[in-house]
T-cell receptor, first 112, second 115 residues
């Protein structure tokens, strides 16, 4: 039962343009969300997070938006750079417990 | 290198054999996690330690799996009587922050192939 879904397996964007990665979740108990980035042959790296009490969190070129009513979050990367090419995972946590539920990932390619 | 270290990086075994993976977290990180990732999927939580105490286990962790962190430093994940369905990347992560932050430092993983 996939509670966190990333329906786009891949995305290609031109350098300098905006990259938008989407994520949907089904469990209304989720109250904390985050994005990880993964390069080949490396472990995932924490990127940015957002609490359910907010609808936006920004960190440099990265902004995460949360729409609780739609159970949807998105990651915006502006401007996109070739070094951003990686697999991006969104993840969510219930208000109780220590585990995060990950999506299946979106492979982003930024074309120079 | 002061990152999370996992060994071995790749293990090939025959069905029915036992395997053990080791994780050395970043020193001073008191929280340690094991996740499993299969092809085309995101990481799935297996278990969580705070210091030497195993505080949470996923129902994915069947009785063939056991994890330990005896002195609150390194951790081992043992799989007994391996099955082909156990083939996956086993990821270890550590953190000094509360688990709710999700800010984990992952190792490069140990890939298990069960023939």
């Amino acid at each position: 039962d996939q509670q966190v879904k990333q329906n786009s397996p891949s995305l290609s964007v031109q350098e300098g343009r905006i990259s938008i990665l989407n994520c949907d979740y089904t469990n209304s108990m989720f109250d904390y969300f985050l994005w990880y980035k993964k390069y080949p042959a490396e472990g995932p790296t924490f990127l940015i997070s957002i609490s359910s009490i907010k609808d936006k969190n920004e960190d440099g070129r990265f902004t995460v938006f949360l729409n609780k009513s739609a159970k949807h979050l998105s990651l915006h990367i502006v401007p996109s750079q070739p070094g951003d090419s990686a697999v991006y995972f969104c993840a969510a946590r219930k208000s109780t417990g220590n585990q995060f539920y990950f999506g299946t990932g979106t492979s982003l390619t930024v074309i120079p | 290198d002061t990152g999370v270290s996992q060994n071995p990086r790749h293990k090939i075994t025959k069905r029915g054999q036992n395997v053990t993976f080791r994780c050395d977290p970043i020193s001073e990180h008191n929280r340690l996690y094991w996740y499993r990732q299969t092809l085309g999927q995101g990481p799935e939580f297996l278990t969580y330690f705070q210091n030497e105490a195993q505080l949470e286990k996923s129902r994915l962790l069947s009785d063939r799996f056991s994890a330990e962190r005896p002195k609150g430093s390194f951790s081992t994940l043992e799989i007994q009587r391996t099955e082909q369905g156990d083939s996956a990347m086993y990821l270890c992560a550590s953190s000094s922050k509360p688990s709710w932050t999700g800010e984990l430092f992952f190792g490069e993983g140990s890939r298990l192939t069960v023939l």
